[in-house]
């Protein structure tokens, strides 16, 4: 185990009824809100008349910022940052699933910065000053509830390009497993197709030692596979609702990587490239590529790693790693695919044309992954083995 720092400054309020705390945490932090909200869904669920009417009992001002995109866009990024700037705003609160949280992520820093928020994006430009942010989560997925990070898409150029700071951390995020009851089956399982895909990128490394971390991740993983076809088949159920919901913030809030060297993430950069250009639910095409990738990467000498998710998730016992591990993959796709989840590109309607551009794009700052370096031809022959 190597050694690290870990600290998180998010403060979670999570359980029934919770989202009434959260004017005590906004106090001193800001008076003068953005209100952003995704779609419709917390219009419908009446989350967003609840939280409006406790900004009207506390008489607080706010400015609304609705129809924020799933794979957030930059034309909602730089409406936020008008809007804030215009009326002098100084908290952003955002109500919604990952892509809601991101956006006002991408917001909260673009406030402060002279260029384009796309420079975060692109590597030209870091996050020195954030407008503060507090979140109520309405889907279990991304977890960004309780981390720096934000994903967002491009759609004048087709790219979707990641930026990470702490200074973009939640000071406080609402988690009430009631808000996600509504959540359809398709996004239920892509959150916990994304949440598997997260702690997947941080088990996947070369590391040696870190039982701790090994061992809480392959917990968490246990929890998905357990609960997963459960709550599609039972989206009100509480109990199993609220441990998805824990299992997604845990599985990136830093805790599964603290002590490790950083993880792969070659699979969350070819899935960027793809739903850049087809606009696939994150999870869905995350459902495609892993498995793909997995098959890419699988040798002799990284056996041990995916023979140990063989053995300890899925039950496979096979005394020889490499043999578990191949038993291991074809499991993960099965799973994926009992839960409603695509494992196939011709499943999501895509075919080969972009296939080598988004191998470029995806290797634009240079290879990919750590388990295995991918250039942009590596990505090319993965997009082919999830045709």
Same mark, same amino acid.
């Given at each position: 185990?190597?050694?690290?720092?870990?600290?998180?400054?998010? $403060?979670?309020?999570?359980?029934?009824?919770?989202?009434?705390?959260?004017?005590?945490?906004? $106090?001193?932090?800001?008076?003068?809100?953005?209100?952003?909200?995704?779609?419709?869904?917390?219009?419908?669920?009446?989350?967003?008349?609840?939280?409006?009417?406790?900004?009207?009992?506390?008489?607080?001002?706010?400015?609304?910022?609705?129809?924020?995109?799933?794979?957030?866009?930059?034309?909602?990024?730089?409406?936020?940052? =008008?809007?804030? =700037?215009?009326?002098?705003?100084?908290?952003?609160?955002?109500?919604?699933?990952?892509?809601?949280?991101?956006?006002?992520?991408?917001?909260?820093?673009?406030?402060?910065?002279?260029?384009?928020?796309?420079?975060?994006?692109?590597?030209?430009?870091?996050?020195?000053?954030?407008?503060?942010?507090?979140?109520?989560?309405?889907?279990?997925?991304?977890?960004?509830?309780?981390?720096? @990070?934000?994903?967002?898409?491009?759609?004048?150029?087709?790219?979707?390009?990641?930026?990470?700071? $702490?200074?973009?951390?939640?000071?406080?995020?609402?988690?009430?497993?009631?808000?996600?009851?509504?959540?359809?089956?398709?996004?239920?399982?892509?959150?916990?197709?994304?949440?598997?895909?997260?702690?997947?990128?941080?088990?996947?490394?070369?590391?040696?030692?870190?039982?701790?971390?090994?061992?809480?991740?392959?917990?968490?993983?246990?929890?998905?596979?357990?609960?997963?076809?459960?709550?599609?088949?039972?989206?009100?159920?509480?109990?199993?609702?609220?441990?998805?919901?824990?299992?997604?913030?845990?599985?990136?809030?830093? &805790?599964?990587?603290?002590?490790?060297?950083?993880?792969?993430?070659?699979?969350?950069?070819?899935?960027?490239?793809?739903?850049?250009?087809?606009?696939?639910?994150?999870?869905?095409?995350?459902?495609?590529?892993?498995?793909?990738?997995?098959?890419?990467?699988?040798?002799?000498?990284?056996?041990? $790693?995916?023979?140990? *998710?063989?053995?300890?998730?899925?039950?496979?016992?096979?005394?020889?790693?490499?043999?578990?591990?191949?038993?291991?993959?074809?499991?993960?796709?099965?799973?994926?695919?009992?839960?409603?989840?695509?494992?196939?590109?011709?499943? &999501?309607? *895509?075919?080969?044309?972009?296939?080598?551009?988004?191998?470029?794009?995806?290797?634009?700052?240079?290879?990919?992954?750590?388990? =295995?370096? &991918? @250039?942009?031809?590596?990505?090319?022959?993965? &997009?082919?083995?999830?045709?």
């Amino acid at each position: 185990m190597v050694n690290f720092n870990f600290d998180t400054s998010t $403060r979670i309020l999570f359980g029934k009824g919770k989202v009434s705390e959260m004017i005590a945490e906004i $106090r001193g932090k800001g008076s003068r809100l953005l209100l952003a909200y995704g779609g419709g869904s917390v219009k419908r669920n009446g989350l967003l008349d609840e939280v409006v009417q406790l900004l009207k009992n506390n008489e607080i001002a706010y400015v609304e910022l609705g129809g924020i995109q799933p794979n957030p866009r930059m034309s909602s990024v730089r409406e936020g940052i =008008r809007l804030c =700037r215009e009326h002098q705003l100084d908290f952003i609160m955002a109500v919604g699933g990952g892509s809601v949280i991101d956006c006002c992520k991408a917001i909260a820093a673009g406030f402060y910065h002279n260029g384009d928020a796309w420079d975060f994006m692109i590597k030209k430009a870091t996050v020195n000053k954030a407008l503060p942010l507090g979140a109520i989560l309405t889907l279990a997925a991304t977890g960004s509830e309780m981390n720096g @990070n934000a994903v967002i898409s491009n759609e004048e150029t087709y790219e979707k390009r990641a930026m990470s700071s $702490r200074l973009l951390r939640p000071v406080f995020s609402v988690l009430d497993p009631a808000y996600t009851f509504t959540v359809d089956k398709w996004h239920t399982a892509a959150g916990v197709t994304d949440i598997m895909s997260h702690i997947f990128e941080v088990y996947f490394t070369t590391d040696t030692g870190t039982l701790v971390q090994d061992e809480m991740a392959e917990g968490l993983l246990r929890v998905c596979v357990r609960c997963g076809p459960a709550t599609v088949d039972q989206p009100d159920n509480y109990e199993l609702r609220a441990n998805l919901l824990w299992a997604g913030t845990l599985a990136l809030n830093g &805790l599964l990587g603290a002590g490790k060297s950083p993880g792969d993430w070659a699979s969350h950069a070819i899935e960027h490239e793809i739903s850049a250009i087809y606009d696939v639910t994150h999870g869905a095409g995350l459902a495609v590529v892993i498995p793909a990738w997995m098959d890419y990467v699988l040798e002799e000498n990284n056996a041990r $790693r995916f023979a140990g *998710i063989a053995r300890n998730i899925w039950g496979i016992d096979d005394k020889q790693d490499m043999a578990a591990a191949k038993k291991g993959i074809s499991a993960l796709r099965n799973f994926f695919s009992s839960i409603g989840m695509p494992v196939t590109l011709g499943e &999501l309607n *895509i075919d080969q044309t972009h296939f080598e551009e988004m191998g470029r794009k995806a290797c634009r700052f240079g290879p990919i992954g750590t388990t =295995r370096k &991918l @250039n942009g031809e590596d990505v090319t022959a993965i &997009l082919n083995i999830a045709r």
